[in-house]
């Protein structure tokens, strides 16, 4: 049988692919190198992969693509593909979020319906939740995103949820919070700050440093995906996937320049539109459910990214 992982070539994906080729797994992977940010990257994000004779690589847009074929011998599959950040959905971006996102997970879910899948598991995400009123949320809390990819990444969680109450389809929802780590997306504020501190140059921080984020690393993000493929988990479980830590975007510029071993230079900006105020999630409902919980701190994941930044610029020069 088949493991998917569609946006195989992206952050997470990637490092999912990675995972699943160390344990042996015949992977295919579905990517259509969107131009979100650049397909370079996206490439040596497979680079390893690709040299594994377990691995295909399959170049396809979920939103046109006829998916059925692909995964008629699929016994899981994991959503990793979207359009991702807050900033560019809004105004004309929100077309591709919604394509991206809603339609495209609509279009797989239906062919893992016929197809007879396993069990999918869907990269949900923390901004489903917007501002909320008690932190840590859990997934109690009532969604409000604060944001329109927040809006996508819901609507995409219930299509999941309704294909698992109406037909079965045994899904799982996890809700990522603030994912770091190496190969992280180049428009995400740890991969900017680090880039920052080894060029000196300016880090825009909008707002005032107050906002707080419960941080992930990636390889906790991959083995939540694990366990979420092989949980005796209820059709249409949605959890939280947090470290549970409150780290402040000004603690984090000490943690990062700590690592890199210089001060981040900093450029006060005004706040973006979309940008909650905190995330910080309670992660009991993994825990209980998937036997998962984070392994890595910040400190340590930060200078497993510092090291990652650092390797990438060497091989280049
Ligand atoms: P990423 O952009 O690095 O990876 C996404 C991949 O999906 C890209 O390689 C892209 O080319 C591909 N893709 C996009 N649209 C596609 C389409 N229509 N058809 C086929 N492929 C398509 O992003 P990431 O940070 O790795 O995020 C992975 C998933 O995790 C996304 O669903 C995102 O919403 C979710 N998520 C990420 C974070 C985070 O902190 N990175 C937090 C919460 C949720």
Redesign the pocket.
């Known amino acids: 049988m088949t493991t998917i992982v569609?946006?195989a070539?992206?952050?997470?994906?990637s490092t999912l692919v990675d995972a699943l080729l160390e344990r042996g797994a015949e992977v295919r992977g579905?990517?259509?190198?969107?131009d979100?940010?650049d397909a370079a990257s996206?490439r040596a994000n497979l680079a390893g992969a690709l040299s594994n004779p377990g691995f295909e690589l399959v170049e396809?847009?979920?939103?046109h693509t006829d998916l059925a074929p692909l995964l008629d011998d699929a016994s899981v599959v994991f959503h990793?593909?979207?359009?991702?950040g807050v900033r560019l959905s809004w105004a004309d971006g929100f077309d591709t979020y919604d394509s991206?996102n809603v339609l495209?997970t609509q279009r797989l879910l239906e062919a893992a319906q016929r197809t007879g899948v396993g069990r999918l598991v869907y990269?949900?995400?923390?901004?489903v939740y917007g501002n909320a009123n008690i932190y840590p949320v859990t997934e109690q809390t009532l969604p409000r995103p604060h944001s329109p990819y927040g809006v996508t990444?819901l609507a995409a969680e219930h299509l999941c949820g309704l294909y698992a109450a109406n037909y079965g389809l045994s899904v799982v929802s996890l809700r990522?919070f603030?994912?770091y780590g190496p190969r992280q997306?180049p428009d995400?504020a740890i991969h900017r700050l680090i880039e920052s501190a080894l060029d000196g140059h300016p880090f825009p921080l909008y707002g005032d440093g107050s906002h707080v984020r419960d941080f992930t690393f990636v390889d906790d993000v991959v083995a939540a995906n694990l366990a979420a493929a092989e949980a005796d988990a209820p059709p249409g479980l949605v959890v939280n996937v947090c470290a549970g830590g409150s780290t402040t975007m000004a603690d984090l510029i000490d943690v990062v320049g700590r690592s890199v071993g210089r001060p981040v230079p900093i450029d006060h900006q005004d706040e973006q539109p979309g940008d909650v105020l905190r995330t910080g999630g309670d992660g009991s409902l993994a825990l209980g459910h998937l036997g998962w919980k984070p392994a890595h701190d910040l400190e340590t994941g930060i200078g497993a990214q510092v090291g990652w930044h650092r390797s990438r610029r060497a091989s280049v020069i």
């Open positions: 569609t946006g070539a992206g952050f997470i994906g579905i990517d259509s190198f969107s979100y940010y996206k396809a847009d979920l939103r990793q593909a979207a359009q991702p991206c495209a990269a949900s995400s923390s901004s990444k990522y603030t994912v997306r995400m």
